[in-house]
Nanobody, 125 residues
Framework: QVQLVESGGGSVQAGGSLRLSCAASGGTFSTYAMGWFRQAPGKEREFVTASPRRGVNPYYADSVKGRFIISRDSTENTVYLQMNSLKPEDTAVYYC??????????????????WGQGTQVTVSS
């Protein structure tokens, strides 16, 4: 059983930075696709970024390109989301997700097999 635990959320001012962590257990981390999503109150869950597997370039939603970076640490079974130049519209609960098998559409929440509980990120003006 795969378990994901997010941490690192908090409240920051616009222009600040945060680094989210997702600690994974129960699987072979390096073979999994890893993704980050976010969901603001009353809105649909939104794709942020995904890493298909180690050694493959990740891809990002247009809204976070140039500001957010996803990275993976297979030794520690952890995936990170470095968030820079934060904006108020980045405010949301951020979720880590894992896709065990292959997928053609990692930007879709429905393709992921496991989810963390989420961590709140609040960006004030």
């Amino acid at each position: 059983q795969v378990q994901l635990v997010e941490s690192g959320g908090g409240s920051v001012q616009a222009g600040g930075s945060l680094r989210l962590s997702c600690a994974a257990s129960g699987g072979t981390f390096s073979t999994y696709a890893m993704g980050w999503f976010r969901q603001a109150p009353g809105k649909e869950r939104e794709f942020v970024t995904a890493s298909p597997r180690r050694g493959v370039n990740p891809y990002y939603a247009d809204s976070v390109k140039g500001r957010f970076i996803i990275s993976r640490d297979s030794t520690e079974n952890t995936v990170y989301l470095q968030m820079n130049s934060l904006k108020p519209e980045d405010t949301a609960v951020y979720y880590c997700a894992v896709r065990v098998g292959s997928s053609f559409r990692l930007s879709a929440p429905s393709v992921y097999d496991y989810w963390g509980q989420g961590t709140q990120v609040t960006v004030s003006s």
